[in-house]
């Protein structure tokens, strides 16, 4: 049996814990996977997994196999993206990660032209709000919104990220509209289950203001929460690439728009610059001038 797709169905197991999964993934049945494992298992004469009805977990011998796996498979991608330059022409699989909200409102059209201009490239991206282990998901690039990025990850600004606060026009006229930061005390307010949940801080010139909000409806992911904020739901803290659009149209207002909240920036990061394949270089100078040409910061509300 080819060890190399072996070795992949292994790391794909042991990633996902799963063995149907990993048949849906690599399109092939649930007997093969297994007996690519029994094989990997076999050749090296060690088991790599337990196996319960419930779960698939890692032995000792499997952790070290995985990392090796890994390695390998990443330098198989390394060599066919460095062979194919000869024609000029990039190839292979990166894989990204994101979150939902900023896949949904930028990343997925830039990555669409990318791909147009790079045609024998495969992306495969992971909309996710979980900070995954770049290593270990075998993750090539990860687009992420903070204020101060993991420091043993390379990072590179690819923008600015700002945030207001935003609520439906219905919510206001039965609520009242917030004058001062410490009227949104007296509001229903939606926040994120992960940061920021408790704790909004504000700023106007040299005035800073922190309110603690009691978020009676929480979320981990932007768009669930401009969607309940576009239902009436209370007075929402939402990105500018996202709020933006029904700012314009005026199915949301800005909330106390003197106000400004604190800015983040978007990153594109990754474990390592050594050994950066030419197709994870490409992508990453795309991006800084995709965002650099999309007017996505400016906010225009109607109040």
């Not at 094989?39 to 090796?68: I, P």
């Amino acid at each position: 049996m080819d060890r190399l797709t072996a070795m992949q169905v292994f790391v794909e197991v042991a990633t996902s814990g799963s063995f149907s999964a990993t048949a849906d993934k690599l399109d092939m049945s649930r007997a093969m996977v297994t007996r690519y494992v029994g094989e990997m298992e076999r050749w090296l004469a060690a088991r790599l997994l337990q196996r319960t009805t419930r779960s698939v977990t890692l032995t000792d011998a499997g952790e070290n196999c995985l990392r090796r796996c890994q390695q390998m498979l990443a330098l198989m991608e390394n060599v066919e993206e460095e062979t194919s330059e000869h024609d000029g022409e990039l190839r292979g699989q990166l894989r990204l990660t994101c979150s939902v909200s900023l896949c949904y409102a930028q990343l997925a059209a830039a990555i669409v032209d990318f791909l147009r201009l790079h045609p024998q490239l495969k992306i495969d991206l992971n909309a996710s709000e979980s900070a995954l282990n770049l290593v270990e998901a075998r993750i090539d690039l990860a687009i992420r919104i903070s204020a101060a990025p993991d420091p043993i990850l390379i990072g590179r600004i690819l923008a600015p990220c700002s945030s207001v606060l935003v609520a439906s026009p219905a919510y206001l006229a039965s609520h009242g509209i917030p004058q001062m930061p410490a009227d949104l005390t007296t509001h229903r307010c939606v926040s994120y289950a992960n940061f920021g949940k408790s704790i909004w801080k504000l700023s106007r010139g040299e005035e800073s203001a922190q309110v603690s909000i009691g978020g009676y409806f929480s979320a981990n992911e932007a768009t669930t929460l401009l969607q309940g904020c576009l239902a009436g739901g209370g007075i929402a803290l939402q990105p500018t690439f996202l709020a933006n659009p029904y700012l314009r149209d005026g199915r949301l207002q800005q909330v106390l728009p003197e106000w400004r909240l604190p800015e983040m920036s978007i990153y594109a990061l990754y474990p390592s610059r050594k050994h950066l394949s030419p197709a994870v270089r490409a992508l990453l100078d795309f991006l800084v001038e995709w965002f650099a040409l999309v007017p996505w910061q400016d906010t225009e509300s109607k109040t």
